[in-house]
């Protein structure tokens, strides 16, 4: 199989361009999910301090022998835990489960701009960043305003910005946003999330084109979430598929093909709008 190809962030930081995502994963299927990630040439992989499973990733990590530095390992801040203080202790919360002295990746999972503690949180981030603990920051799930708010009131932009985005949501407007900004996209419900992938991976368009080009359908999308120059973390929890999402740097893609895959777009979200999100 071809390497994973990586792309360069805003401060220089190489970051795979697929990995596996562990959102609803327990903590016992997350260390079994990520070995056989691992074993299959998976470096990057994403979790949250809420997912309630960096335990499973670390034991993972720890039984794989691969070395540290060739792993990208990505977490989140809840958003109980927004304010400068608590965003720093919800950083060392994560490090101490996962069993890590570092972090590759750290982000804040939403805005909640209801509560007005994201840039506080931002700062809280940029601390540990200074300090040498984790290799980027990021947000998800901001919106431009959001991040416009950051840029005015912080100092370092974002390197990643995380969101829902796959066929049916596009998302080209903060796409061009994130570009002109210097800031990675990384696509979250790539394949349309659980309870919704079957209705897309069987959309006549996206069997077709596995057809033209000997795939699967989920391969179909996640081919094109990176020629997209999309990060893409989709999460399965079957060895088989694991290895099938995995298996899509052998083909191309045709733009027309690209072209036709971006036309499902509906603009409507199938997860919550940030600016009304406030899990708690
Ligand atoms: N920042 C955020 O707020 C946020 C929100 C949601 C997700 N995320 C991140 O993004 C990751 C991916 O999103 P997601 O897990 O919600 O959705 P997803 O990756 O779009 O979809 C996962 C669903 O697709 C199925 N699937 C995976 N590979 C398949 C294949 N090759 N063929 C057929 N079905 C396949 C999975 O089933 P099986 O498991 O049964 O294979 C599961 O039901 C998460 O795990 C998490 O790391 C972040």
Same mark, same amino acid.
């Given at each position: 199989?071809?390497?994973?190809?990586?792309?360069? *962030?805003?401060?220089?930081?190489?970051?795979?361009?697929?990995?596996?995502?562990?959102?609803?994963?327990?903590? #016992?299927?997350?260390?079994?999910?990520?070995?056989?990630?691992?074993?299959?040439?998976?470096? *990057?992989?994403?979790?949250?301090?809420? /997912?309630?499973?960096?335990?499973?990733?670390?034991?993972?990590?720890?039984?794989?022998?691969?070395?540290?530095?060739?792993?990208?390992?990505?977490?989140? !801040?809840?958003?109980?835990?927004?304010?400068?203080?608590?965003?720093?202790?919800?950083?060392?919360? %994560?490090?101490?489960?996962?069993? !890590?002295?570092?972090? &590759?990746? /750290?982000?804040?999972?939403?805005?909640?701009?209801?509560?007005?503690?994201?840039?506080?949180?931002? #700062?809280? *981030?940029?601390?540990?960043?200074?300090?040498?603990?984790?290799?980027?920051?990021?947000? %998800?799930?901001?919106?431009?305003?959001?991040?416009?708010?950051?840029?005015?009131?912080?100092?370092?932009?974002?390197?990643?910005?995380?969101?829902?985005?796959?066929?049916?949501?596009?998302?080209?407007?903060?796409?061009?946003?994130? =570009?002109?900004?210097?800031?990675?996209?990384?696509?979250? /419900?790539?394949?349309?999330?659980?309870?919704?992938?079957?209705? !897309?991976?069987?959309?006549?368009?996206?069997?077709?084109?596995?057809?033209?080009?000997? #795939?699967?359908?989920? =391969?179909?999308?996640?081919?094109?979430?990176?020629?997209?120059?999309?990060?893409?973390?989709?999460? %399965?929890?079957?060895?088989?598929?694991? #290895?099938?999402?995995?298996?899509?740097?052998?083909?191309? !893609?045709?733009?027309?093909?690209?072209?036709?895959?971006?036309?499902? &777009?509906?603009?409507?979200?199938?997860?919550?709008?940030?600016?009304?999100?406030?899990?708690?």
């Amino acid at each position: 199989m071809p390497a994973t190809p990586s792309v360069t *962030l805003n401060n220089g930081v190489s970051m795979p361009q697929l990995g596996l995502g562990v959102f609803l994963m327990p903590h #016992k299927q997350t260390a079994q999910n990520v070995s056989v990630a691992f074993e299959n040439g998976y470096r *990057l992989i994403d979790t949250a301090a809420a /997912y309630q499973n960096e335990e499973g990733v670390g034991e993972a990590v720890r039984k794989s022998g691969i070395p540290r530095d060739e792993l990208f390992i990505t977490s989140k !801040l809840w958003n109980a835990d927004h304010g400068y203080d608590n965003a720093i202790r919800g950083f060392e919360a %994560s490090l101490q489960k996962l069993g !890590l002295d570092y972090l &590759d990746l /750290y982000l804040v999972h939403w805005p909640v701009p209801m509560r007005g503690r994201a840039t506080e949180t931002w #700062k809280g *981030l940029e601390q540990v960043y200074k300090d040498g603990r984790v290799r980027a920051i990021g947000v %998800s799930n901001f919106k431009p305003a959001h991040i416009e708010r950051l840029l005015q009131e912080t100092e370092i932009v974002p390197a990643v910005l995380q969101i829902e985005l796959h066929p049916t949501f596009i998302q080209g407007e903060v796409r061009e946003y994130a =570009q002109d900004h210097g800031i990675q996209v990384e696509s979250w /419900y790539p394949l349309g999330g659980q309870g919704n992938s079957e209705g !897309l991976l069987h959309l006549p368009l996206l069997t077709n084109l596995a057809k033209k080009h000997g #795939k699967t359908a989920a =391969q179909i999308i996640l081919r094109w979430h990176t020629q997209l120059g999309l990060v893409v973390i989709p999460k %399965s929890s079957h060895p088989v598929r694991i #290895k099938e999402n995995r298996n899509i740097f052998d083909f191309e !893609l045709d733009q027309e093909d690209i072209a036709a895959i971006s036309a499902l &777009d509906t603009g409507v979200r199938l997860g919550p709008d940030p600016d009304t999100a406030n899990f708690r």
